[in-house]
């Protein structure tokens, strides 16, 4: 049995809030406290000084795509084009630096642009001649093709969600983007995999939650992750509805996976105008797109719980939400809420929410996956969630205090790589909402990018995603500021000199202050990532 000793720093315990030192006793923290303290009972440990350095409990990414945030990391990043002729250009670049095989690019956003529209089919060709490229919007629910690449999938029309001239939507862009992952080898895909995860522990990340899905990724996809071997951990959701318990047990052993939800889709995204909604867009006369009634919904859920498989669905309209409440108040009538609860079922996104339906879920246990930063990119009076809704809908998305106030359990993630794979950032976004009222304090969205993470999971243990003595040694060591603390409000007190009033605190959050660096990543006390 080894020891390792880590003094001279800042340790974020609850145990022990003026904690500078915590031994680590084989992968599991065996005390927190202070240096001298530290130094006399474990006179043999092997000490590691932190210089000052901030310790805190490592982060759970609870909704990511492995996969396709690695191809982004590797391949073509449209996220930075300003610009649909910069856009092009990238493309141009990017087709002569690479002259074999297909093109896939990520991250593109019009509504960012002075053009105000994607590239045309004409543009994407004149760009990449005769190339197989597949260009996924930002928030990845629709997407743009060459002509080369559309001619590969036989089939899609209008009714399959593809309009000449207009993003690929629905059944045809899944179509579209399987034809585009089934370009690649799988040497292209595990190299973007290692990227992904390698990105993920450098950013103090210690596992992530797959959604995956046959409208996503494939099952290929899902069991090549699996298989793939990294020290951050991975849990995978499959989205594929189910009508009995036996189809879900089947289902889940047949692919190895973990679960069945995930992006489990009842609707689509808002920026795509394929998030359901019950009054149309503000800025075109559509409801947006269903994949899932509420009969659908009530036989998953349904069919989950009696088999013991946690579940959740993608859903981000009102009208969408509508369906999931009345499917989980279904089974609730059926089951009992007991039984509904105790299996953790999730919601991914959650934006469209009202009160009434945030206190049944809360009723039932339900836990919210959450990305702050869809608020910080998209929210506010001039947003995009303003263009598309109005002012108005637009100011009721993401009302992050009402859910917790209620009891619901938010878990927080970045849906990379539809934003960028930064718990600080995702947690800073929490706490400064665009919508004034909807905002948590930062000590609250740490709690839930790293124990509410680590619960949306299936871990129920209560030490998951903290530092004390008998919890896992999952932990990240952090170059930070001077530590705050999150008053009532939205404003920051530094640590105060009455004892009484010590409380763990954490690195200054507020917009324009800089993040924290990451210095080391370890899980299960196994160094995964050393800056």
């Not at 720093?9 to 500078?20: E, F, I, L, M, Q």
């Not at 002509?147 to 899944?174: K, M, W, Y």
């Not at 210095?519 to 160094?527: D, K, S």
């Amino acid at each position: 049995m080894s020891t390792q000793l880590l003094v001279g720093g800042r340790v974020y315990s609850s145990s022990n809030p003026d904690a500078t030192a915590m031994a680590v006793t084989d992968g599991v923290v065996s005390w927190v406290g202070l240096d001298r303290a530290g130094r006399a009972l474990h006179p043999d440990a092997d000490i590691v000084d932190l210089g000052g350095a901030f310790v805190a409990p490592a982060f759970v990414d609870p909704h990511v795509h492995v996969t396709a945030l690695g191809l982004k990391l590797t391949g073509l990043d449209l996220s930075a084009a300003a610009s649909l002729r910069e856009c092009l250009e990238l493309l141009a670049a990017f087709a002569a630096a690479h002259p074999g095989g297909a093109l896939l690019g990520d991250g593109w956003d019009e509504t960012t642009w002075p053009e105000g529209r994607p590239p045309s089919v004409e543009e994407i060709e004149t760009a990449a001649p005769g190339r197989l490229v597949y260009l996924v919007r930002v928030d990845a629910h629709s997407a743009m093709a060459s002509a080369a690449l559309l001619d590969t999938v036989p089939g899609i029309t209008e009714a399959t969600g593809f309009t000449r001239g207009e993003p690929l939507r629905a059944d045809a862009h899944h179509r579209v983007r399987a034809a585009a992952l089934g370009a690649l080898d799988r040497t292209q895909r595990d190299r973007a995999r290692r990227a992904a995860l390698d990105a993920a522990a450098a950013n103090g990340i210690v596992a992530v939650h797959e959604c995956a899905g046959p409208d996503i990724s494939g099952e290929t996809d899902v069991r090549e992750l699996l298989e793939f071997t990294h020290g951050v951990e991975v849990r995978a959701y499959w989205g594929q509805a189910v009508r009995t318990a036996d189809e879900a047990r089947t289902l889940v052993k047949e692919l190895g996976v973990h679960a069945l939800g995930g992006d489990l889709f009842v609707d689509g995204s808002i920026g795509s105008h394929t998030a359901l909604l019950r009054a149309p867009y503000a800025d075109r006369d559509t409801l947006g797109t269903a994949y899932l009634d509420a009969d659908a919904i009530t036989a998953h859920i349904l069919a989950c719980t009696e088999a013991g498989i946690q579940t959740g669905f993608h859903v981000i309209g009102d009208a969408a939400m509508d369906a999931v409440v009345t499917g989980f108040e279904r089974v609730v009538t059926q089951l009992g809420g007991p039984a509904v609860a105790s299996r953790g079922h999730r919601l991914e996104h959650a934006e469209m929410i009202d009160a009434d339906q945030i206190a049944k879920l809360a009723q039932w246990g339900v836990i919210a996956s959450v990305q702050p930063a869809f608020d910080a990119a998209w929210g506010g009076p001039d947003g995009m969630y303003a263009t598309r809704l109005g002012a108005d809908r637009a100011a009721t998305l993401n009302p992050f205090s009402a859910m917790a106030a209620a009891g619901i359990s938010l878990a927080i993630g970045s849906d990379a790589p539809v934003t960028a794979l930064s718990p600080w950032e995702a947690i800073r976004a929490a706490a400064h909402h665009r919508t004034p009222g909807h905002q948590i304090s930062p000590r609250a969205a740490f709690a839930a990018a790293t124990r509410g993470a680590w619960r949306a999971g299936g871990v129920r243990d209560g030490m998951a995603g903290t530092l004390v003595a008998g919890a896992p040694a999952s932990y990240a060591i952090w170059d930070a500021e001077e530590l705050v603390v999150a008053a009532a409000s939205d404003t920051v007190q530094r640590w105060s000199t009455d004892p009484r009033s010590r409380v763990p605190g954490l690195p200054p959050l507020h917009p324009g202050a800089p993040l924290p660096r990451c210095l080391r990543t370890v899980h299960r006390g196994v160094t995964i990532h050393a800056a």
